[in-house]
């Protein structure tokens, strides 16, 4: 009875909140842990310590470290009250600390053993009673600011050595930075600044800056795949290893539809493709890929973030669909923001290859059976509670149910290693 009881308490703890993530990015340009955005369903009470206590029920040694970010004061005030020795990271907006009884829950916490991270401008840190309470922060830059860091140490050009720099640089070493939109100033925080982590991650920039070299898969992926085959392993590793890279998965299904291969039959998954084509032509392929393969560290957070969504999506898509459409749902997610890669339409790119129409109608025309877990899946990746909230209500997925398979996705998504 106590245990059913326990798991009655722990549904609606999950049922009463809204969750949304953001990856936490580490100078090896692998995932460093995860920002969990938290907020109420409704206007009630939500029990942190079962919150707390779901949260590592579900994570292991090789999950991600978790930072995790309440939406409103309320719920920081129930965290810092309740959290225990040993629980995940909790922000601490620093606008909030005025308020001086949250600021009293903050000093409890911290003696308590808490790990809390104060979040804010740069240009406005704590003064040192307020920031001997943090074990690290999460700053924001002003674009002066940014100007400032890159003008003390600018980045070199191809081939020339570092340029001198000019003044100080205002980024202070070893904390976490968010919402760094420049390539220069990402490399500047991690690489000389050591920063512990950049939250989010300046997809735009990176790939405009990559934008006269052609895109091409992760060298390390492909000899991971090749690896695999020479080690006789399965159909299942293979075709999970191919789904780990948007553009491998991309450039093999053009390939096994190429009418070089003659096959009389269109290609509309990998499965299939991995079956038709052999493993000793599919080795060749990917030997002729590996020389062009890409090592370009900066476009790991691009493919990690896009295998993360494919992740989620096939997670979110009803229990009890067989192997073959689960994995045309992951292919969905994987697929969905190849046109940043590619840099044209993504209906230009799929019509090159003869995805079911689920697939295409998802990913370009917003609509039909697909569409919601992918709308979902995209919500999931912000801290938009009210958009994720209606995105339940109109598709009637379970808010429980939504959230419990974000914890499990993140849970199981290990924290990245260099490549």
């Known amino acids: 009875v106590a245990v059913q009881l326990h798991f009655l308490i722990v549904q609606s703890v999950l049922g009463s909140l809204v969750l949304g993530y953001r990856p936490l990015w ?102 040192p009673e307020v920031a001997r309470c943090f074990d690290n922060s999460l700053l924001s830059l002003q674009p002066e600011e940014a100007m400032a860091a890159l003008q003390a140490s600018p980045p070199p050009r191809p081939g020339a050595p570092h340029p001198p720099g000019h003044g100080t640089s205002p980024v202070v070493d070893g904390q976490m930075y968010e919402d760094i939109a420049s390539r220069a100033l990402m490399s500047h925080c991690l690489d000389e600044h050591r920063a512990v982590a950049l939250a989010g991650w300046p997809k735009e920039d990176v790939l405009y800056s990559l934008r006269h070299q052609p895109m091409q898969p992760a060298h390390a992926t492909i000899l991971k795949l090749l690896k695999a085959i020479d080690a006789e392993q399965s159909l299942d590793v293979f075709e999970g290893i191919l789904g780990e890279d948007p553009l491998l998965a991309y450039r093999f299904m053009v390939y096994t539809n190429s009418a070089s291969l003659g096959l009389r039959t269109g290609i509309d998954s990998l499965r299939r493709g991995l079956v038709m084509m052999g493993y000793g032509s599919i080795r060749k392929w990917l030997g002729d890929q590996l020389p062009h393969a890409s090592t370009e560290a900066d476009l790991r957070p691009v493919r990690e973030s896009m ?103 993140l849970a199981n998504t290990r924290r990245g290693t260099p490549a």
């Open 26 to 127: 580490g100078a090896a340009r692998s995932l460093a842990g995860v920002q969990l955005y938290v907020r109420e369903a409704a206007a009630v009470g939500v029990d942190a310590p079962h919150l707390l206590r779901t949260v590592q029920e579900m994570w292991s040694a090789s999950s991600p470290p978790l930072l995790i970010s309440p939406l409103s004061r309320q719920l920081l005030s129930d965290l810092l009250e309740h959290a225990p020795r040993g629980s995940p990271w909790i922000l601490v907006p620093g606008h909030w600390l005025g308020d001086s009884a949250l600021f009293a829950q903050v000093q409890a916490a911290h003696q308590r053993g808490l790990r809390l991270v104060w979040r804010g401008p740069l240009g406005r840190l704590p003064e």
């Open 307 to 409: 295998v993360l969504r494919a992740r989620l999506m096939e997670q979110l898509i009803e229990p009890g669909l067989q192997h073959e459409l689960r994995s045309e749902v992951y292919l969905c997610g994987l697929l969905s923001q190849l046109d940043d890669l590619l840099g044209e339409p993504v209906g230009t790119i799929l019509h090159r290859i003869p995805l079911s129409d689920r697939v295409f109608d998802a990913i370009v025309m917003n609509h039909g059976p697909y569409a919601p877990c992918l709308q979902m899946a995209r919500a999931l990746e912000t801290d938009d509670a009210s958009a994720i909230h209606q995105l339940c209500t109109d598709h009637e997925m379970e808010q429980e149910d939504v959230n419990r398979i974000l914890l499990r996705t």
